[in-house]
C-alpha cells in the first residue's frame, strides 16, 4: 500500500537502516520538538479540548513566534517559497490505497468486514480495490463498480442492478427466492422482525409480499424500504400493500415497480376511490358485516353489465332496478352493528376520497 502511494504521489523514497535515528535527524527532532513544546506542556480534559488547544498552538507558532533556526515566522518563509514548490500529482481526495481482492461466490468483496456487491459473471475473477475517503471501487477484470465507503462493521452495500443480475444468474425457482429473500433480510433488523411476522400471519402466501418487496427495492432504494418496513411494524400493518402504499405516499412521484405492468390504461380516478374504498370496508368490517365486496372490473366489448339478485318476494325480470354493490349500506347490518357500519362508511368515504384524489 505505501509503495503504491509513493508511486501515485511521485515522491522519492530514501531508504534508512533500522535502528538508526542520526540518519534521519530532521524528522526526529521535529517529532521531539513536537512532544516537548506541545504534548509536555498541557493537559487535555478529552478530544474536543485537544483539538482546541492544538489549533492555538498551530497558530502561535506558525504565525506569531519566529523561528529559532531562520529568524523569520513558518506562514511567512512559507509564502517565499510557494513559487518554488510543485503541486502534487493526485489531489487528497483523489488519493486511494490500492487492495487486491478476489470476488467471493456470492459475487460480493470483502474489504475489512464490509460487503460490496459485485456483477454476477464477476464470480471468481481477481481484481483491485481502491479506497478512497468516501468511495471505494472495484475493478476486476472487464466489471467496474463504485460503491459508498462503509465504516459500520459488518455492513453491506448491494447495488440495485446486482440484486436483480444475481437473481437472473440463479437457477431454480426455489433458490431465487432464497435469494431474494437474503436482499430483503440485508436491510437489517426492521427486515428480520417484518419477514418473521409476515411469515406467521401469511404463511401460506408469505412468499408472493417477499417477491413484491423484492421489487420495490430495487425500485425505491435500501433506505426508503427500510423506514417503510419499520413504520409497517409500528403500526402493525403486515403485507405487501401496506409497504407500497407508504413508499407511494413517501415519494413525489413513485416510479413504476418493474414486472408490475399489464399492459393496459391505469384506471381512472373513480376506479381508485371504489378500490380504496373496498380495500378498508373488506378489512376493517369483514367479521361484523359478514360480506365480501366484489371487485370492479372493466366491462368487455360486446358484454352487458351482470343483472343484481332480485328482491326477495319480486319475481325476476328485465324491469327490475339493479342496485349497486360495491359498498355496504346501513340496511345490510343488523340493529346491534349499526354504529359499526356508519364508521365504516365513513372511513370508507374518507379514504376513496383521498384515493380519488392521489389518482
Known sequence: MFAGVALDLGLGIELCWPASPEQKGSIE?????????????????????????????????????PSRATGAMPAVRLEEERPRLRPLKIAPADLALRVPVVVGPTAEVLHDTHTYSMAADAIGISGTLFLYRDRVRIVAGRFTVVHQRLFERGAKSTLPEHRAEHVAAVSGKRAKRYLQREHVLALGRPALDYLTELTHRRPRIWIRDVDRLHAMLATYGDDAVRIALTRGLEEQAIGAEYIAHYLATGVTIPSPIEGEGTGQAPPDRRSWGILAARFLVASSCRSTCRRQLPIPRRAEAGSRPPKAPAKRGEAPGRGRARRNHLLPTEGDHDDGSRRHATRCLAQAAALAEHATGVA
Open 29 to 65: 527532532n521535529l517529532v521531539g520538538w513536537v512532544k516537548g513544546s506541545f504534548f509536555k506542556q498541557r493537559r487535555f480534559l478529552d478530544d474536543a479540548d485537544l483539538l482546541a488547544q492544538l489549533a492555538e498552538w498551530h497558530t502561535e507558532v506558525n504565525i506569531h513566534r
